[in-house]
């Protein structure tokens, strides 16, 4: 692939570069001869998410004590950032690593922990986070999904939709109301082992416009039962805190998602419009593609040391909600303006699936919707004000 000469990212050290190294191999050679294939089936091999994990690429944060490499969210920033770098769109594995696994982390017991992290390093358990439900999206405290204490155990009702990893999760983190009246602070967070429990059903693998390798889908779980143990944190309704606590992490890495998948646009651009001729001349040579392109490069530049700078305050616990809800609100926004531009000077062949253009076209559209819709951040913005 064409190189774009970014600003290389100040946080990036040698052994950060090993992993790039390590993820971008894995990403060419375990993902893309399979990718098609992965988008007709409509998500990932469960091989691949073992490979992954073989590859160093799973619980990059979790300690040593736990079976991780005890690395920090830079690993995890590696690992995203190539994957749409490298056109890998569809692995759940960022969510798995630096959305799902924060929560056993920071939260879980001493037990939890030990039973939990191992499985999630080798893929024995994939893992999917089931906040949205058919009436409650933006709304979260709306969630209607209740857990209900019976002795030992927790008996959950209720139905989810979109949710990541749906098809291939056995491990998955229930957004619940413990105590319905309560409002948010009634909400709590639960791990339910799907392989284990009687009363959890997969609904469809939801037809999307686009992340078509990844698989998103309804969720039902009718009379679950759970033990208390399954409970993340040491009480009940402190889960709305749990998830406002998380969620700045997330955005950052939806931020990633879209700065890799620019850069990706921006290189392919740059080498089609370098072969591609018209009127006898390189499209490259004609004024207006140089200006697109040095306009685009200009943003590119501008989003990856803003993206940059958040990934280090974040390393040094200093990032804010409304900083990282900047990050993910204009980090979105601009890669779909970027690669519908890039695409137009594709001319037809970027409408064409063949063209990656074409499939980063489709793929960046969900990211100003998921992780809190683009309007939700500038909500988050404001209260900063
Ligand atoms: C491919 C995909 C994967 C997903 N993965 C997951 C997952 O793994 N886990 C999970 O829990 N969820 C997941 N989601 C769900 C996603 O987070 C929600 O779709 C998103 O939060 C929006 O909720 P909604 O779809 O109910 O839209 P709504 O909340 O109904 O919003 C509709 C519109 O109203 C706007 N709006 C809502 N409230 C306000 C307000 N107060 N002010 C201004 N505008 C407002 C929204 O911005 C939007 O434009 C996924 C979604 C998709 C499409």
């Not at 300690?63 to 690992?79: K, L, M, N, R, T």
């Not at 993340?232 to 709305?240: D, H, L, M």
């Not at 303006?337 to 695409?343: A, E, T």
Request: charged share 25%; proline share 3%; glycine share 8%.
């Amino acid at each position: 692939m064409e190189t774009t000469d970014l600003p290389k990212s100040s946080w990036m050290n040698e052994e950060l570069d090993m992993l790039e190294s390590a993820c971008q191999r894995f990403y060419q050679e375990d993902c893309a001869p399979h990718y098609e294939r992965w988008e007709e089936q409509g998500s990932f091999d469960r091989d691949a998410w073992v490979k992954a994990g073989e590859t160093g690429l799973l619980g990059a944060e979790v300690p040593e004590e736990y079976g991780g490499p005890g690395g920090s969210f830079a690993h995890d920033a590696v690992i995203t950032y190539q994957a749409t770098r490298m056109g890998i769109d569809g692995f759940g594995a960022p969510l798995h690593n630096a959305i799902v696994i924060p929560y056993i982390l920071q939260y879980g017991s001493e037990d939890q922990k030990k039973q939990w992290l191992p499985k999630l390093i080798s893929a024995e358990y994939i893992s999917a986070i089931a906040m949205t439900e058919p009436a409650a999206g933006s709304d979260l405290q709306g969630v209607r999904t209740t857990a209900r204490k019976d002795g030992n155990h927790y008996v959950i009702n209720g139905q989810k939709t979109f949710i990541t990893n749906g098809q291939l999760a056995n491990f998955i983190i229930v957004v619940a109301k413990t105590d319905p009246k309560a409002g948010a602070k009634g909400t709590s967070l639960f791990v339910v082992e799907t392989d284990d429990v009687d009363g959890f059903r997969r609904g469809r693998n939801l037809d999307k416009i686009g992340l078509k390798s990844n698989d998103t889908s309804e969720l039902f779980f009718d009379d679950v039962r759970v033990p208390a143990s399954a409970l993340i944190g040491p009480e009940e309704g402190e889960g709305f805190i749990q998830l406002m606590e998380q969620l700045p992490q997330e955005r950052l890495l939806i931020a990633l998602q879209a700065m890799g998948r620019i850069e990706r646009a921006l290189a392919e651009t740059v080498a089609y419009v370098k072969e591609r001729s018209a009127f006898g001349k390189k499209v490259i040579e004609f004024q207006n593609t140089q200006f697109e392109l040095a306009e685009i490069k200009t943003e590119a530049t501008v989003a990856k040391v803003f993206v940059d700078h958040c990934v280090a305050r974040h390393l040094a616990g200093e990032l804010d909600a409304a900083t990282a809800s900047m990050a993910k609100y204009w980090l979105t926004d601009l890669q779909c303006n970027l690669i519908d531009r890039c695409l137009q000077l594709h001319g037809g062949y970027g409408y064409m699936n063949e063209y990656p253009i074409a499939r980063m076209y489709r793929d960046a559209r969900v990211e100003r919707i998921y992780g809190g819709t683009n309007e939700i951040m500038k909500l988050l913005i404001a209260r900063s004000l």
